[in-house]
């Protein structure tokens, strides 16, 4: 076994992580993170892990047997796989978490997620389940949620559970859709990640899609948001530093070392930590040391809308039908990868920039979704600029006809569901 190298971590040697992952434009890639979550398709419950005619490791053997690839294993049972179709993964209550590889650009990205869809249509008819297509279990109770045997989160169900009344249910009934994005400079992370950032009340309106739980309307456009914001505020909530002035990667970094942390990777598994902020660990040296490894699993454990590893990670959007999927990464990269879309964006999020008028859009656009109100701004309306700037960013690349139709679904989808009645200010 190689011996891990336990030196002495400082602040400016984790914020040169981000440093080192500066890519030029012409390497810019695109990521996808879609999660579902399964039903048996004759009773309608959840799928467990195993012991039942459909079962999640039934479906993960099934899409390994068909896509090929090597099992991941916790003991002797399959929790996931990696091929070069990407990396299939379990979330708490068993959903199903496929990463893409790195797509050069939208259409490969499209023909990867399209193959991932039809593989997981054969997997639901192979073993007799269903996948939802809303981002919140709309029926089954909390307590008939299995819960996966790995040993992350068996650590985090219990820390988390203590520290949010719907941790839980984020853990287990919840499921979205992220996207990942390369960042060429300091300035160049920086801006992206203040512009996903304000218009992430923008996003969770326009991809309100988790009315429903425990089998009647739950009052919000988008229930998991409204789970997330009692789950854990220390690692969930945008920080204040990142609408205030002289924002950056350093600031990120100081932010992120004060969160408390989950656990620890020590021999060949994971150790609970104690709670204690990677700071605080920071000083110490020889085999308690942690490392770069200890590092990058602190960062998998916060869940701000906006998060970063050697990429950035887009997070607001609820999952939706397989129609609409690609909708998400073809927004973003609209906004995020033309620099001149990228000052727009910023300029159509200024009226959230501060936390407190942040954090009234999140709240407007959890609960009404695209008929939310904000200070006199319609986020329908705000929602409309932002689906145009990226349609006027994609199409002066060629974007891909996949991608163009996923934004021309969004305009339909604002059109059905924007307010018709005039806002008074």
């Known amino acids: 076994m190689p011996r891990v190298e336990r030196g002495k971590l ?17 390497e810019w890639l695109i990521g996808i993170e879609v999660e579902a979550m399964g039903l048996d398709a004759a009773s309608g419950r959840p799928l467990p892990y195993e012991g039942a005619p459909a079962t999640v490791r039934a479906a993960v053997e099934a899409y390994l047997a068909m896509r090929g690839g090597e099992a991941i294993l916790e003991g002797d049972r399959p929790i996931g796989g990696e091929g070069p179709w990407g990396g299939l993964s379990l979330e708490p209550g068993g959903q199903f978490e496929w990463s893409s590889r790195p797509a050069a650009g939208l259409e490969a990205l499209a023909r990867d997620l399209a193959a991932h869809q039809a593989a997981m249509r054969e997997v639901a008819a192979r073993i007799g389940a269903r996948w939802l297509d809303v981002a919140v279990q709309p029926d089954a109770p909390l307590e008939a949620m299995p819960w996966m045997l790995k040993a992350r989160y068996r650590i985090m169900r219990e820390i988390m559970g203590a520290k949010g009344r719907l941790a839980h249910r984020m853990m287990t009934q919840t499921a979205s859709i992220q996207c990942a994005f390369d960042y060429a400079s300091e300035e160049d992370w920086t801006r992206k990640f203040r512009a996903a950032a304000l218009l992430a009340p923008v996003a969770v309106a326009l991809f309100a899609n988790s009315s429903r739980a425990d089998g ?19 690692r969930c909530d945008m920080p204040d530093a990142v609408f205030a002035p002289g924002f950056g990667i350093d600031r990120w970094v100081d932010w992120v070392c004060d969160v408390p942390t989950l656990f620890l990777r020590r021999g060949s598994g994971l150790i609970p ?104 701004h319609r986020l329908s309306d705000l929602a409309s600029r932002t689906v145009a700037r990226a349609r006027a960013s994609l199409a002066q690349g060629g974007a891909c006809p996949d991608a163009a139709a996923g934004i021309e679904a969004l305009d339909r989808l604002i059109a059905h569901r924007a307010p018709s009645l005039p806002v008074r200010a």
């Open 10 to 26: 400082t602040c400016p040697k984790l914020a040169d992580y981000f440093r080192e992952s500066f890519r030029p434009r012409r």
């Open 216 to 234: 009647r309307e739950s009052g919000w456009a988008s229930y998991r948001q409204a789970i997330w914001r009692e789950t854990d505020p220390a």
């Open 273 to 376: 930590s104690g709670g204690r902020p990677f700071r605080a660990l920071l000083a110490r040296g020889g085999c308690d040391g942690v490392t770069m490894e200890d590092w990058e699993l602190h960062l998998s454990s916060i869940f701000t809308e906006v998060r970063s590893y050697s990429y950035l990670e887009v997070r607001s959007a609820d999952l939706q039908r397989d129609e609409l999927v690609l909708s998400v990464p073809a927004l973003w990269a609209g906004l995020l990868y033309d620099d001149d879309a990228l000052s727009d964006a910023l300029a159509i999020g200024r009226p959230f920039d501060s936390p407190a008028a942040w954090r009234r859009a999140m709240e407007a656009a959890a609960r009404s979704g695209l008929a939310g109100t904000v200070d006199g």
